[in-house]
């Protein structure tokens, strides 16, 4: 009909860490502003953006090949556009241009506020290329749709690292640490929680140096305060906090306030002194061990999470053995760990004595044996136990499996709470389950009594 303007379908694939779903939440929150269809079924999308991830190898191969499987629906879907944008771009802008010319645009870090007019400018056969290698100290504030359940939602409070640890590319992907303004994550919240967000999980490079280039003092215990404040906020929890900015006002502050969920993620990377120096980590086992008996002995509810690198440059033996010895005697609550990956333009991939992919594959194994273990033994404390529960939703094979979690576990990375019922319960609801035996690395409970 004539006058009648026909509306563009737009899907946006979002790969890597919650820091990068941000992102697409908002350039999705633009791409609503600017009256475009949003569809979840990237089949039916007459624009794909793909959201990439460079961090290590295993995530640019993914990137890689979620990149190539989208390019046939070029040829054989809907797909009339194909836009990528994001961390591997900003690496890679000339050898994706060159290798992958089914590509329509390339938007940097740098760029996602420019999505708009990419799209419109591809949709009429323009070729686009925006990667700012210069890092902008601003921090772009952008419209937002959430693509989590509606009771939760990351909130990210700062962009960028200064941390320069010797095997990782985020400084040169992401720029330097900048801080949003207070007042604008405070409002950004209250946002989420009327849209239905009961939990609120801070997310940054580096959590704990909020506030230290804006504010020229740590702000992150005072953020935590006034989210409190919020009276719809039932949980919010931190992650990415580095140890070494960890104050003890942060620590009271997490014991002290309710909605605080009494949880830690703790990148740690490794905890052999002689490794620590090599990563440029700049601190200690000793210390890390005293930041770990502070926590437990101020707040001994405290679940704490951490990730380790296996098998960078020199890792000795003996080196990794002090790791398995580190994890056997604190017994952390929830690991994850990957094998190290030598990137470009890092110190540590020119280091001399790189370790095999054979000794750092059974390395990460043994590790994940060993936790596996330690994890088996936390959670046999919790049989016969009633712990309150928020639901996340139904478990993808099963109507009568509901997902579940407490304030001990984080979405996505954490083992779950799996409940059995044929009552249709609410994501968000909160229940108290009794948890009546273990599954692989989750729990199994049945619901006790259901509290909203």
């Not at 990782?168 to 900048?178: D, H, K, L, M, S």
Request: net charge negative; proline share 3%; charged share 25%.
């Amino acid at each position: 009909m004539k006058g009648v303007q026909i509306l563009n379908s737009v899907a946006v694939i979002s790969l890597g860490c919650p820091k990068n779903l941000v992102d697409s939440e908002n350039m999705l929150g633009l791409i609503k502003e600017g009256n475009f269809i949003i569809t979840d079924n990237y089949r039916k999308a007459e624009v794909i953006i793909i959201n990439t991830c460079g961090f290590i190898e295993s995530a640019k191969e993914e990137s890689i090949n979620t990149i190539l499987e989208m390019t046939e629906h070029k040829i054989t879907g809907e797909c009339k556009v194909l836009i990528v944008v994001g961390c591997l771009v900003q690496k890679y802008q000339k050898e994706l241009k060159q290798e992958i010319p089914e590509i329509d645009a390339l938007l940097g870090t740098n760029n996602y506020h420019e999505i708009i007019e990419a799209i419109n400018k591809t949709l009429n056969k323009e070729k686009v290329i925006k990667v700012n290698a210069k890092h902008t100290q601003q921090y772009f504030e952008l419209p937002r749709h959430l693509v989590t359940s509606k009771h939760y939602a990351y909130l990210r409070i700062a962009e960028g690292c200064d941390n320069r640890c010797s095997y990782c590319t985020i400084p040169e992907i992401r720029g330097p640490f900048r801080s949003r303004p207070m007042e604008n994550i405070i409002n950004e919240a209250k946002y989420l929680v009327s849209l239905g967000v009961k939990e609120i999980i801070l997310v940054a490079q580096d959590t704990t140096q909020y506030g230290k280039d804006i504010y020229q003092e740590l702000r992150l215990a005072s953020l935590l305060q006034e989210l409190c404040k919020i009276s719809e906020v039932r949980w919010i929890r931190l992650l990415y906090c580095y140890p070494n900015y960890f104050s003890d006002n942060l620590i009271e502050v997490i014991k002290d306030e309710p909605k605080i969920c009494k949880y830690i993620d703790l990148p740690l990377q490794h905890v052999d002194n002689s490794i620590l120096k090599r990563m440029g980590r700049n601190i200690t086992q000793e210390e890390i061990k005293s930041l770990i008996k502070k926590l437990r002995d101020n707040i001994p509810e405290i679940i704490i999470r951490s990730t380790f690198i296996v098998g960078f440059p020199g890792e000795s033996q003996e080196n990794f053995h002090n790791l398995l010895e580190f994890l056997q005697e604190v017994k952390l609550d929830r690991v994850g760990a990957f094998s190290y990956s030598q990137e470009d333009n890092t110190p540590a991939g020119k280091m001399a004595n790189q370790i095999t992919n054979n000794s750092k594959i059974k390395r990460l194994n043994k590790l994940m044996e060993l936790q596996y273990q330690i994890l088996l033994e936390k959670h046999r404390q919790y049989i016969g136990k009633e712990i309150t529960v928020q639901v996340d939703g139904i478990a993808d094979d099963n109507n009568d499996l509901w997902v579940c979690r407490s304030t001990g576990e984080a979405p996505e990375i954490d083992p779950v709470i799996l409940v059995f019922t044929q009552d249709r319960l609410i994501p968000g609801q909160l229940l108290t389950v009794k948890i009546t035996h273990l599954q692989d690395y989750d729990l199994i409970g049945e619901i006790y009594c259901e509290l909203t």
